[in-house]
């Protein structure tokens, strides 16, 4: 595996002055690693996403990407990069919504190709091409001019995915990315997810699909009380002697 | 007077209505957006400011607005009101009142978008104008259109206040010639103006929702 994508360092979230959400939470993912976050309701793993997608602003800690500091914490005071530092900062990672958060009166393809072409500066051409690859790769060609409307749970969170690798990103967070959808339509997505597994996209997946999880992680995190309780591999947490890794794993 | 004099002062009242409607709309939809965003200004005092502006705009009648604008200037500091100042008066007051309540109906339509949609724009890379104006305004455009339809039919109605400060618009003619010739008939003319520009207007307003109902 190669080079370390990102580092995150004893980082803290509070909210309303003491809902300590964020604990000191430290955790690096390497290129073409697949890390899985797991644990109960309300333990932070959403926050701690959103934390690394700058969507929430930190209290304490660091986050690296690359070589790229975007936030670090001095003398007890957090700064964050510039925002231009930021901005180029966010082409490294792509976040996949556990609603999709679809642009509704934008098509398929309006919906993949606007960002590259607006924020990026890629060429129409070549962000529809882009574009146009993507969606057959997740077997939707078909659907480029539909509107999120007229797409089923499943559909959509594709053509999210799909959104979100058309910005070429190093690394891809999911915020539980099946949980909004029926059962029957889960497989789907976690099948696109799957693949990218093999094409050794680095991705760090929020989920509660316990058997997905075994599958397609190398590591797997177990998340308590706004700190990491245990790490490792799939096998390691699934047979942990962790009692509260167990309890928790027992119910699913 | 015969008839078709009476028609030809009619159809200039007429025309004068449309023009501050037209008028109206010009500046008090992009006037709207402006005190919306003061509105929901994370300044206080500006916050307050414009809450204040909205409050009395709405809570005061249009007629007396009107006529604060027209005859303020020269009670207040003594100018003196040139003849053409009656219909810029009159387009300055119906686009401040206007501008308010649109203004809260824009602001309705921004709150009411999911957060969602923010962030998305935000991890993509959007900045807060391509956000703005690319992902939020356009959605808001479908959002308020019911809203903005009750508003437009208003104003066609209320162009007929501006006879309060003697705009010679249709109102003001029915009226007059009614009152000198002790006819009833310009009032009904009138009426059956205000009806079809109404109609015409909620036409136009159903296509622009029809058009937008391509995504829900
Ligand atoms: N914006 C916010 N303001 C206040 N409290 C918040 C906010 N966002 C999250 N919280 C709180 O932080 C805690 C952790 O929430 P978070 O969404 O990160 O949990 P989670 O692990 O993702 O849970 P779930 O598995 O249910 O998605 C919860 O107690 C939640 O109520
Ligand atoms: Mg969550």
Known sequence: MGQVLLEIKNLKKTFNEDLHVLKGIDLCVKEGEVVSIIGPSGSGKSTLLRAATFLETIDGGEIKYLDKVAATTENGVVKYASKHELKEIRNYFGLVFQNFNLFPHFSVIKNITEAPIHTDHVSKDVAYERALKLLSKLGLSEKKDAYPCELSGGQQQRVSIARALAKEPKILFFDEPTSALDPELTGEVLKVIKELAKEHMTMIIVTHEMQFAREVSDRMIFMEHGVVQAEGTPDEIFNSDNARVQEFIGKF | ?216
Do not use: C, W
């Open chain 2, 1 to 216: 007077m015969n008839f078709s004099v009476m028609l030809q002062l009619l159809g200039n009242g007429m025309l004068m209505s449309i023009s501050i409607f037209l008028l109206t709309l010009v500046f008090s939809l992009p006037l709207g957006m402006v005190v919306a965003f003061g509105r929901m200004s994370k300044n206080t005092i500006i916050r307050g400011i414009v809450k204040f502006y909205i409050s009395v705009m709405r809570g005061t009648p249009l007629m007396l607005q009107l006529i604060l604008v027209y005859f303020g200037p020269h009670f207040l500091f003594g100018v003196a009101l040139s003849s053409n100042y009656r219909f810029i008066a009159t387009i300055i007051g119906f686009s401040l009142n206007y501008a308010a309540y649109f203004a809260e109906i824009y602001r309705g339509g921004i709150e009411s978008m999911p957060k969602g949609q923010y962030e998305a724009a935000e991890v993509l890379g959007f900045d807060k104008f391509q956000t703005f104006f690319k992902i939020i305004l356009p959605q808001v455009v479908k959002r308020v259109l019911p809203a903005m339809t009750n508003e437009t039919i208003t104003l066609v109605k209320d162009t007929s206040l501006a006879s309060a400060i003697s705009m010679v618009e249709l109102f003001d003619v029915a009226s007059q010639i009614a009152a000198s010739k002790s006819t009833i008939m310009p009032i009904m003319v009138a009426g059956l103006f205000y009806y079809v520009f109404n109609f015409i207007v909620a036409f136009i307003m159903e296509k622009i929702e029809k058009r937008l109902s391509y995504y829900k």
